[in-house]
DNA sequence: GAAGTGCTTTTTGCATACGAAAAGCTGTAT
DNA sequence: ATACAGCTTTTCGTATGCAAAAAGCACTTC
């Protein structure tokens, strides 16, 4: 009972409206290991599946299990490991529903980003997306796939940064990474029709077409979504490019 | 009795088929701190911007920090708390700004929840969603907020449940429980309106009405996100410094 | 030879302990 | 009187320890 609010406001200082610089905090450990084992998720290094003993991470990333369950237990929260009672965590392994309900999802939130895109944009803003339009053809040009996955959700994400809901873009970035993990192995043939598509959209976005945009996302999306079934069925070990 | 077959592939067993029985998982007891602390900042026992402070809640729930530990972390993935680095937990202040955002991103989910159940609901479902509708005027009768808000969630999810996208579930979970959180304490005058938008809803959905669903989920929401708007002005607490 | 049972090993879940960083306070000097 | 500096207190972050539950294994029995 000793503090209510704690009120953070500065005393009277004068360099106080420069207080949102937070200078180098200590950067909790939990935070390097989750990102480290994002990582290996989504490397593949850790199948889907796979059994995920916490002491073996530890040493593996030398430090204590505490960091690795903490780590563990906002990995579940976001989807990318299930933590079963009293069994530890295992990788996710995502079904062919799961994914198109995500899918679907993600097509429903990047309509309504677009859309907001499009009502906020500024010169500057459209400057950005060009230049990531043009980091994303370069990168089909050299038809590496992670530089065009990567690029593909740069775009995206700054589509929605743009569109100034914050609560919406956290969103579309958990569900952005998830889908690119799902989908990234069956990536390659779509890249060109894509880009041409976020073209079509950018362009819409500069214009401030609300509906347009909206409409161009939707079908964007929905276009991805198709080209996950279709390459679903068989097991393509077709690597021609 | 003891002789209970763990095993989730029973061999050839006979009562294989009922095998889904989970009986009595341990509990962890991290989820229910989780539960615990959720009810008190839903409760407002704990105020929006107190500092919470491990030990404290440990003692009081008569746990260890560990599980509080565990419990703080998720509350902050789902927005219930901010974890600052080296300082702990604090209760998430809302601002007006995020809780429109959020209200946004709500009506976009929901709208789209509405047409997938519309596409999907089946005689059961209409009767379901029929049930929670009388009991939703029925708590509209006795004026009971509190009972109402819940009618009210019980409503949005069982639509949800019906579209059979489980993702869109979860989010809409998360989502609506915050927005719940927001809006409570001003949700009185909405009320019957509300409840003639939900009828006209339900018919939408009994008779398969995709877009009509649709529509009418999203000016629902679009009505509730403008009430929040009209009735957050009473007193200009001008916090702008 | 196959099935069931009891034991051992492994791994989690929770508790506790210790070091470090941040906030608050007090004393002193200007 | 005010402002700064150093110290103390509080609280987090991480590591370690211990008990309980689950899985795996070998043994016994039919």
Redesign the pocket.
Known sequence: M??LP?GRRAPRGSLSAAATRRVER?A???QAVYDALLELIVNRTLAPGQH????ELAEYLG?????VREALQRLQTDGWVD?R?????FVHTPTEEEADQLLAVRSVLETYSAKLAAEHATAADVKLLRKLQKAGEEALVTANVERLVKANADLHAAVATIGRNKVLSEMIGLVDRRVRWYYTPIARPRSRDSWNEHAELVTAIAEGDVERAGEVMHNHAEQTRQTYHDRKTPESTTESD
């Open positions: 000793t503090s704690s200590p909790p450990l939990r995920l003993v916490e002491a430090v204590s299990r505490q960091p933590l009672p009293a069994q530890g965590a």
